[in-house]
């Protein structure tokens, strides 16, 4: 017990000295590190490698747009803080550029790691789609890293998600997409939205096909305001999510849940809501509240825990399997039952 603790504290601190681990860039602005940017410090990871390639980036601010290609398998982003390694840009849809094209930091390699990080779109309220991080690929993990935005935030496509004592902001839709993705001790912020009144939508999950295994699932998060939310709770309105697609799955369990949560906890979006799986298990706060909540025939406040083990983590998203390796924590199963 004592050598794989003194081996976890060995990756949080010094990287370099991590067993099976070839090579370590070192990114800081000043230039005592390999690369002042991150960008060049990828490009230097060669194609299809077969070791994995640690990359620390040192405390800063690196206002450049990331492209972690399909080819870069791989790949862990270390930082030295959430509010101290900060990587930003700004592009946006109303800047020109597609919801694809806006993302910040752009993953499309499998296997990539990130810790002590923050993701920034600041292209601003006003800008419309703009996301900080895009996620492709499989087996993606973040570990005490923060996701601001106001739109679309996050935009996780396929494969395999996990967040684990993350910070994610935004105000419409600022979670989306189809890949099979679990938010363990997360903190989701809603922000101020563009107008007084407008909704604030965490999620707008895609799944479009019934048997697909992805879906989003919230498990011991807390869903509130951000610190600097400006408006009363009279003045807006924040809803769990709406369906962007029929199959839309979203799980939140095990969670707090703020006044900013609207009594009726979801909103309809342009398709069915037969469809539709939307789930709430054991949640607290004054938003979890039940009584308000739509009556859909896709919506189901769960009361038997034996019916939410496939959204555990060792079963939606095959956490046994490849997180042990990143050596990141991960609670695997129901935290007030043992029925995993």
């Known amino acids: 017990m004592a050598s794989s603790l003194l081996c976890f504290i060995l990756f949080l601190a010094i990287p370099i000295y991590i067993s099976g681990y070839k090579t370590t860039f070192v990114v800081s602005k000043d230039g005592s590190g390999d690369y002042r940017s991150i960008s060049k410090a990828v490009s230097a990871i060669p194609n299809s490698a077969s070791a994995t390639y640690i990359i620390h980036i040192k405390r800063g601010i690196y206002n450049e747009a990331v492209d972690v290609g399909m080819y870069k398998n791989s790949v862990v982003f270390l930082g030295d803080g959430i509010d101290n390694t900060i990587i930003q ?31 920034v779109n600041s292209a601003g309220v006003n800008a419309g789609q703009a996301v900080a991080v895009r996620s492709v ?6 570990y005490r890293c923060s996701f601001k935005g106001y739109q679309d935030t996050l935009f996780m496509i396929s494969g395999k998600k996990f967040f684990y004592k993350c910070n994610i902001f935004g105000t419409l839709d600022f979670i989306f997409g189809d890949a099979a993705i679990m938010f363990q001790n997360c903190n989701i912020y809603g922000r101020n939205p563009k107008n007084e009144g407008m909704p604030i939508i965490v999620t707008a999950e895609s799944r479009g096909i019934a048997n697909s295994n992805t879906g989003i699932v919230f498990q011991n998060c807390t869903i509130t305001k951000a610190p600097d939310f400006g408006l009363s709770n009279s003045s807006f309105r924040a809803f769990l ?5 029929e199959y839309s799955r979203v799980v939140v369990m095990e969670s707090f849940l703020g006044d900013i949560v609207n009594p009726a906890g979801w909103l309809p979006w342009n398709t069915r809501l037969d469809h539709l799986s939307y789930v709430e298990y054991h949640n607290r706060g004054p938003g979890a509240k039940t009584s308000g909540r739509i009556k859909w025939p896709g919506f189901h406040i769960v009361t038997n825990p034996r019916q939410m083990l496939y959204f555990t983590a060792k079963n939606f998203i095959d956490a046994n399997d490849w997180l042990r390796s990143t050596r990141i924590p991960f609670i695997p199963g129901l935290i007030g039952d043992k029925l995993d």
């Open 137 to 142: 690929g499989l087996n993606h993990a973040f």
């Open 241 to 245: 999510g709406r369906p962007w697609r």
């Open 89 to 119: 840009f700004n592009k946006s849809t109303s800047t020109g550029f597609g919801t694809d094209e806006s993302a910040t930091v752009n993953i499309e390699a499998q296997h990539f790691v990130a810790k002590d990080i923050s993701f």
